[in-house]
């Protein structure tokens, strides 16, 4: 699979990823950019899957592998790389919900509800775990996925992939602005000289959480 990426080119321009053999090899082609979009296009397909229409390809045979796009792109967008990993494994490409030629949700999706999306799907047109390649927002829906649904996932590849901020737990998170709040407290005059004490031991209730 990272050798069908490394000999591809992708015609949007950010690649970075978490293999850093592949930051090297991805670059922009301009001429693959303005190719006439019917030569470029994909088969069509349409499944509805929490009641929005989904449009999307699939071809190839082997273990399957799921290509998500980044935000503002299609299926289309992995053109490239689709057409070399076909030879090798069974790979679907879609436009995620409110993208392309799929439908929109009734209500503004959250993460979550794209990673909710994405085990739908999984499960209805794959029926297998399945190996993840994300490219920037479609990268972060995949971290959520696997995240959330590990089972679900046997290989994850991220390409400039947008990141997820883990705020902990709501206690965690009231014992760090407690941190704040105090560090404001003890640097008053007559109070600094307990503000270490104070500091290792909410360190030991942090570690202890």
């Known amino acids: 699979m990272i050798a069908a990426i490394q000999n591809s080119n992708l015609y949007f321009r950010s690649a970075g990823t978490t293999r850093p053999k592949l930051r090297s090899c991805w670059r922009a082609d301009e001429a693959q950019e303005n190719e006439p979009t019917e030569v470029r296009q994909l088969a069509d397909k349409d ?3 929490q009641g929005v229409v989904v449009h999307f390809q699939k071809d190839g045979h ?3 592998v ?3 796009h980044g935000w503002g792109g299609n299926h289309n967008s992995w053109f490239p790389i689709y057409e070399r990993l076909k030879k090798m494994f069974e790979v679907f490409a879609l436009d995620l919900p409110g993208f392309g030629q799929s439908g929109s949700p009734d209500l503004n999706w959250q993460l979550d509800d794209y990673a ?3 085990k739908m799907f ?3 047109e794959i029926g297998e775990n399945v190996s993840l390649i994300g490219h920037s927002f479609g990268g972060q829906a995949a971290i959520r996925l696997a995240s959330l649904y590990p089972q679900m996932v046997s290989k994850l590849v991220l390409t400039d ?3 997820i901020r883990n705020l902990g ?6 014992i760090m ?3 704040k709040i105090g560090k404001s407290l003890f640097s008053l005059p007559g109070l600094n000289k307990f503000q270490e004490k104070a500091r290792q031991k909410l360190y030991r209730i942090i570690g202890e959480h």
């Open 177 to 179: 602005q407690l941190a």
């Open 47 to 49: 499944t509805t899957v």
């Open 169 to 174: 737990s709501p206690k965690k998170m009231g």
């Open 161 to 163: 992939s947008a990141g």
């Open 122 to 124: 999984i499960r209805q």
């Open 116 to 118: 909710g999306f994405l």
């Open 62 to 64: 082997g273990k399957p």
């Open 66 to 68: 799921l290509l998500l």
